[in-house]
């Protein structure tokens, strides 16, 4: 069965960088490209960008651009998403999502993590 | 900041029917790009619950279904029941950003 399973929570200050992963299970990691999406608390979800598993190639969101790196480790099926320059409103539960892909433009999240906390705070 | 416009709240006594609508643009729902739904139940991740706009995957009752219509699409939960009290959300694709992926705001569903 598939499973992504995400590392603990993490405590940072601001401008400190958290780096989050997220280990594959039950199907070929370099078949799918991998998303993150983030929420903050009670708020709405935010899609983050993706990482293309088999080439490495990734698409940011513009929000983040610059402040975001996702990469992965195909020899233990694990994705990574680092944040740098955090700030305060950077404190959000962050999830890993596996892209379910028809077409260059029709995509869904057909399976999650179980969200990793990231709490920034002074 | 989201592009889809869902109602921050809808609400509905067991067994009857709701709607919630996710509102967007000619940039995404109205360029005729698919709509998806996830539920996001207390403390949980999202779960896909409609894709395609009107599909469920394996396992999701068929109290769920889906459509879409214009620059709008809307899930449709009938016969509601306690375990449905969750947020619902929206999910498409928009042509006009970098990024693409755009999330609908959320809707809470009460089962009063």
């Known amino acids: 069965q598939v499973q992504l399973v995400q590392s603990g929570a993490e405590v940072k200050k601001p401008g400190a960088s958290v780096k989050v992963s997220c280990k594959a299970s039950?199907?070929?990691?370099?078949?799918?490209?991998m998303h993150w999406v983030r929420q903050a608390p009670g708020q709405g979800l935010e899609w983050m960008g993706r990482?293309?598993?088999?080439?490495?190639?990734?698409n940011y969101a513009q929000k983040f651009q610059g402040r975001v790196t996702m990469t992965r480790d195909t020899s233990i099926s694990t994705a990574y998403m680092e944040l740098s320059r955090l700030r305060s409103d950077d404190t959000a539960v962050y999830y890993c999502?596996?892209?379910?892909?028809?077409?260059?433009?029709?995509?869904?999240?057909?399976?999650w993590g179980q969200g990793t906390l990231v709490t920034v705070s002074s | 900041q989201s592009v889809l416009t869902q109602p921050p709240s809808v609400s509905g006594a067991p067994g009857q029917r709701v709607t919630i609508s996710c509102t967007g643009s000619?940039?995404?729902?109205?360029?005729?790009?698919?709509v998806h739904w996830y539920q996001q139940l207390p403390g949980t991740a999202p779960k896909l619950l409609i894709y395609?706009?009107?599909n469920r995957p394996s396992g999701v009752p068929d109290r769920f279904s889906g459509s879409k219509s214009g620059t709008s699409a809307s899930l449709a939960i009938t016969g509601l029941q306690a375990e449905d009290e969750a947020d619902y959300y929206c999910?498409?694709?928009?042509?006009?950003?970098?990024?693409?992926?755009?999330f609908g705001t959320g809707t809470k569903v009460t089962v009063l």
């Open positions: 990482i293309n598993p088999n080439s490495g190639g990734t």
């Open positions: 999502a596996r892209d379910r892909r028809i077409t260059v433009t029709t995509y869904y999240f057909d399976y």
């Open positions: 039950g199907y070929t990691f370099t078949g799918y490209y």
């Open positions: 000619s940039s995404n729902i109205g360029a005729g790009y698919d």
């Open positions: 395609g706009n009107s």
């Open positions: 999910q498409s694709y928009d042509s006009s950003l970098s990024g693409s992926c755009v």
